[in-house]
């Protein structure tokens, strides 16, 4: 139901209403104990098996009482359990170990946006992102110097990760690749997304597009899946273009959120230009609903577009992603609602 015909609610209390709100601005504080467990090695540590706070504070070399707290923080919000005085990772929890097969630990990676939230009055004062007031330099800088450190690059891309590699393993199965050849992932980071699909399809080809650095951490988890024989990275400007020939279906995951609709149109028109006549696009996005309302997710993203990207980013409704995909030579073909933070567009080359 959207907001437009939500029923009347009735007035609550004074209490009821403390409650609610309360609930809502401690909400932080949530993301920064899973953050600071995964900065700390909690997961990694609790993996090995189970331990008392004192054993684990010994190990993390911090403050006993402290780590008493974090973890009955973390057994508040399911990602530890508890049994007397001892506490192990809970079946989610494990899955932040560095040691999973679909490790989700480069989530604390969320930190480099935290003190941009607090700037978010004016983000929407300005319409325009927040690095230079809550880093005190610009989005431009703060990459160039990530490119140049692999262990921040690498931390970086564990946060994409994080993210493409669930979302591949469902695009693998929701998408019938049967009668594809090559996909390219356009701005494809370290490539989980598409090597999920390769693990699943072994007919099925695929590049990884990015900068040079980025591209090196690409053929690191190419490798890393066994897929060198089939999958490879290439650089290639995202705007500038063109791409990599040779795909007959390109993946766009979380990269128009990115931009204008204008830039937008430049990524699409590359897009159109790299794919053959009926060659497929699929598009991965937390699209909105067209009165703008959403999952709470999808509708936060949106706000978090505007806090880190350039003026215009945004989450989308269907019918302007249709207007986009018209605009530069594409046809929509479904709009495919996924239980994940992305959704599934599937537009053709006309």
């Known amino acids: 139901m959207s907001a437009a015909t939500s029923p009347k609610l009735e007035r609550p209390r004074p209490i009821e209403a403390l409650n609610r709100l309360n609930d809502i601005v401690s909400r932080y504080c949530e993301s920064q104990v899973l953050i600071t467990a995964c900065q700390l090695g909690v997961f990694d540590q609790l993996h090995a098996g189970p331990a008392t706070a004192a054993q684990l504070a010994v190990r993390l070399n911090v403050n006993a009482d402290a780590c008493q707290r974090l973890l009955s923080g973390l057994a508040q919000l399911d990602l530890v359990q508890r049994d007397n005085e001892h506490f192990q990772n809970s ?41 230079q007031q809550a880093h005190g330099t610009t989005a431009e800088q703060i990459f160039a110097n990530l490119y140049k450190d692999p262990q921040s690059l690498r931390r ?19 998408f019938d690749f049967s009668g594809c050849n090559c996909i390219l992932d356009v701005a494809g980071g370290p490539g989980e997304l598409i090597i999920q699909i390769g693990k699943r399809h072994p007919h099925i080809k695929g590049i990884v597009m990015d900068l040079p650095p980025v591209c090196e951490v690409a053929d690191e988890h190419i490798a890393a899946a066994g897929l060198s024989d ?80 350039e003026p215009g980013a945004k989450e989308r409704s269907e019918s302007q992603y249709r207007t986009l995909l018209e605009e530069t030579g594409f046809h929509q073909e479904a709009l495919i609602r996924l239980a994940a933070p992305r959704d599934l567009i599937v537009a053709t080359r006309v």
């Not at 990676?109 to 939230?117: A, E, H, L, S, V």
């Not at 993946?251 to 830039?263: G, K, M, P, Q, Y």
């Not at 067209?290 to 936060?300: H, K, M, Q, W, Y």
Request: charged residues 15%; negative net charge.
């Open 91 to 131: 079946p989610v929890g494990e899955f932040l170990t560095s040691s999973s097969s679909a490790s989700l630990a480069g989530l604390a990676g969320w930190n480099i946006f935290y003190p941009m939230w607090g700037a978010l009055p004016d983000a929407i004062r300005e319409f325009g992102p927040r690095w």
């Open 156 to 174: 970086f891309a564990a946060l994409m990760s994080a993210y493409s590699l669930p979302q591949g393993q469902i695009l693998a199965e929701t």
């Open 230 to 309: 089939r999958f490879r990275s290439e650089f290639a400007d995202l705007l500038a273009g063109p791409y990599p020939a040779g795909a007959d279906v390109i993946a766009l995951s979380w990269v128009l959120h990115d931009w204008s609709d204008e830039t937008c149109r430049k990524i699409l028109r590359n897009c159109y230009d790299a794919l053959p006549s009926g060659g497929a696009l699929l598009i991965t996005e937390s699209v909105l609903n067209e009165d703008l309302s959403g999952t709470p997710f999808a509708v936060l993203m949106s706000l978090h577009m505007l806090v880190v990207c």
